[in-house]
């Protein structure tokens, strides 16, 4: 456990910024795991409509820095080239 006032300050900190970052990956890894859903389904189509959705929670998760660039890059690509196949 922290003693200083500054370390007691920092895990607070962090523990509410893991608390921020848990629910946009979550929320990231949802709308991907509802598409791949749909797909298995074949719903083609209406896995074509969350795509945005997806987009836009892996783009929220990069801009934070829950994930890296490259791997939201890579994410986006492996999605829709599941779904054109």
């Known amino acids: 456990m922290p003693i200083t006032k500054s370390a ?3 895990l607070r900190q962090s523990l509410k910024k893991k608390k921020y970052n848990l629910r946009r990956k979550e929320a990231m890894r949802a709308v991907v795991k509802k598409i791949k ?3 298995e389904e074949g719903k083609k189509e209406e896995a074509q409509k969350f795509i945005p959705a997806a987009y836009k929670a892996i783009d929220k998760a990069t801009k934070k820095g829950v ?3 490259n791997t939201a890059a890579r994410k986006k690509s492996r999605l829709s080239k599941s779904l054109k196949v």
């Open 67 to 69: 994930i890296k660039k």
């Open 37 to 39: 859903k749909l797909k």
């Open 8 to 10: 007691k300050k920092a």
